[in-house]
Nanobody
């Protein structure tokens, strides 16, 4: 099974930047797609961005497009999320996710992914 461990969360002022990392271990050679989700208190977990493990094709939620950048380093088995121009509404626990399946379930759905990290807190005070 693939294990995912996030890091890099913290408190940052509005307009600032933060980079999250997600280290993958286990049978990473057959990962198809990895992604980032976030969950604010009292809200459902929502899609942020995803990237295919081999081809590097990216997808973003409209709310983060042009501010966040997802990338991966296959040699290091690490996923990144560069977050710029942060806003208070970006405050949430951020989770990385991975799938080894080819599925018709939407890539923005939590059901698309079978592996999840424990999450890292990002706080942007208003």
């Amino acid at each position: 099974q693939v294990q995912l461990v996030e890091s890099g969360g913290g408190l940052v002022q509005a307009g600032g930047s933060l980079r999250l990392s997600c280290a993958a271990s286990g049978p990473t050679f057959n990962i198809v797609r990895v992604g980032w989700f976030r969950q604010a208190p009292g809200k459902e977990r929502e899609f942020v961005a995803s990237i295919t493990w081999i081809g590097g094709t990216t997808n973003y939620a409209d709310s983060v497009k042009d501010r966040f950048t997802i990338s991966r380093d296959n040699a290091k088995n690490t996923l990144y999320l560069q977050m710029n121009s942060l806003k208070p509404e970006d405050t949430a626990v951020y989770f990385c996710a991975a799938t080894q399946r080819y599925t018709q379930v939407s890539l923005s759905s939590v059901s698309h992914y079978e592996y999840w990290g424990q999450g890292t807190q990002v706080t942007v005070p208003s």
